[in-house]
Structures are given as structure tokens and as C-alpha cells.
Nanobody
Framework: QVQLVESGGGLVQAGGSLRLSCAAS????????MGWYRQAPGKERELVAS???????NYADSVKGRFTISRDNAKNTVYLQMNSLKPEDTGVYYC???????????????WGQGTQVTVSS
């Protein structure tokens, strides 16, 4: 009913930049907060950044000043601009959206399938 699809991952050298996108589609009535999470090998998934529908943002301390999250409500899309990348930023990046579909008035969390980001030293 609702799908989130990430794109933009890849391999980049330390100090480089990548821009991730996540587009939501399907039976969408409204989307609340959207966020980016990452999971490194052998570690738990962690929040990287989130953005409310009104544009309020929150960042993990490890990415403050380097990453910028934004969203386009008209396109149901959230972005993550990642600058000054470090090897420790390597992992699978997932987007999540709090989505109210057209069938029920309840918001559910939907996840994308993930996109790999690898930062070489």
C-alpha cells in the first residue's frame, strides 16, 4: 500500500559528499515525521537525522554540521545531504516515514529497503 524507496548511495572517498533521496508512494494521505537511520556492520540501527512535516530537524551528534536533512512535502520525498564524509559513516542507510494511508486514520511507520554508503579512507 505504501512504499519508500531510497536512492543515491554509493562509494565515496573520505571528505567527499553524497545525497540520498527517499520517495514515498502508494495510498498516502499524509506523512508526519521522516527520518534517516543507518546500520553499520555488527552494530544496531541508529538515528542519523529526522525532519517534521513543518521542517523541524534533529541530528545525531556525530553528523551535526556535516549532514543536512530536508523534505519536499509535495513530492513525499526526504533528502539527506552528506558532506565531509568519514569512514565511520559507512553503513546501510534506511529512511522511515510516519504515514497515514488512505484507508485508516492511523499513522504507521514504513521503512525503505536501504541503500549502501561506503566511505573509503
Amino acid at each position: 500500500q505504501v512504499q519508500l524507496v531510497e536512492s543515491g548511495g554509493g562509494l565515496v572517498q573520505a571528505g567527499g559528499s553524497l545525497r540520498l533521496s527517499c520517495a514515498a508512494s502508494g495510498r498516502i494521505f499524509s506523512i508526519n515525521a521522516m527520518g534517516w537511520y543507518r546500520q553499520a556492520p555488527g552494530k544496531e540501527r541508529e538515528l542519523v537525522a529526522s525532519v517534521t512535516r513543518g521542517g523541524g530537524t534533529n541530528y545525531a551528534d556525530s553528523v551535526k554540521g556535516r549532514f543536512t536533512i530536508s523534505r519536499d512535502n509535495a513530492k513525499n520525498t526526504v533528502y539527506l545531504q552528506m558532506n565531509s564524509l568519514k569512514p565511520e559513516d559507512t553503513g546501510v542507510y534506511y529512511c522511515k516515514g510516519g504515514v497515514q494511508n488512505t484507508i485508516t486514520p492511523v499513522f504507521y511507520d514504513y521503512w525503505g529497503q536501504g541503500t549502501q554508503v561506503t566511505v573509503s579512507s
